[in-house]
């Protein structure tokens, strides 16, 4: 059985905090890296996150995020601090092909994604 499941988001004032939580099953997670994705209405999905030997952060996350992963629990969770009014999306986790490339996903042709959990600034 595979499954990814989000939880965790919600509606925050601008400059507060979430944490997202992430539950995931199935072999094929286990020796990849793992991260999370959000994405905005009108926008291709983005990765803003990893976790595998090391943490690598998008440019518009850096500095106010934290992605932590425990690999007893098969879990991934993203501490994002000092939320902005361009962070609500719908946000996922997913395995991460290339840590280091923060650009388009779907080249990579991932097609499993869970539901996801909505995000959502206000001010």
């Known amino acids: 059985q595979v499954r990814l499941v989000e939880s965790g988001g919600g509606s925050v004032q601008a400059g507060g905090s979430l944490t997202l939580s992430c539950s995931y099953s199935?072999?094929?997670?286990?020796?990849?890296?793992m991260g999370w994705y959000r994405q905005a209405p009108g926008k291709q999905r983005e990765l803003v996150a990893s976790?595998?030997?090391?943490?690598a952060y998008a440019d518009s996350v850096k500095g106010r995020s934290t992605i932590s992963r425990d690999y007893a629990k098969d879990t991934v969770e993203l501490q994002m601090n000092d939320l902005k009014p361009e962070d609500p999306a719908v946000y996922y986790c997913?395995?991460?092909?290339?840590?280091?490339?923060?650009?388009?996903?779907?080249?990579?042709?991932?097609?499993?994604w869970g539901k996801g959990t909505l995000v959502n600034v206000s001010s």
């Open positions: 997913n395995i991460v092909p290339n840590p280091s490339y923060f650009g388009d996903p779907t080249i990579y042709g991932m097609e499993f």
């Open positions: 199935g072999r094929i997670f286990n020796a990849h890296a």
């Open positions: 976790s595998f030997a090391k943490t």
